[in-house]
């Protein structure tokens, strides 16, 4: 069973930063993608971020702002949130996919909180 284990969330004001991480109980090199959905009450889950060997997905609203990154020695996945605004307030779900982006082959995180907030 994969366990994808999630901290760094919390209250930041707009503008502030925080750093999500991701620790996966196995070789990140086992998984095609690893990346965050985040989610608000009554919408649809979204796309923030996604890594692969090759390349890097960012939803629109985050591109220039939040940056993914991954230590292949720690097997952990991060997540560099900067210039936070209050539209980024979301429960933020840790993804793992060993075959695609497709979320049916998704294994997910616990969540964590993130409120940007004055």
């Known amino acids: 069973q994969v366990q994808l284990v999630e901290s760094g969330g919390g209250l930041v004001q707009p503008g502030g930063s925080l750093r999500l991480s991701c620790a996966v109980s196995?070789?990140?090199?086992?998984?095609?993608?690893m990346g965050w959905y985040r989610q608000v009450p009554g919408k649809q889950r979204e796309l923030v971020a996604g890594?692969?060997?090759?390349?890097?997905n960012y939803a629109d609203s985050v591109k220039d702002r939040f940056t993914i990154s991954r230590d292949n020695v720690k097997n952990t996945v991060y997540l560099q949130m900067n210039s936070l605004k209050p539209e980024d307030t979301a429960v933020y779900y840790c993804?793992?996919?060993?075959?695609?982006?497709?979320?049916?082959?998704?294994?997910w995180g616990q969540g964590t909180q993130v409120t940007v907030s004055s």
């Open positions: 993804f793992a996919n060993r075959w695609s982006w497709s979320t049916s082959g998704n294994d």
């Open positions: 890594i692969t060997r090759s390349g890097i």
């Open positions: 196995g070789s990140i090199f086992s998984f095609y993608v």
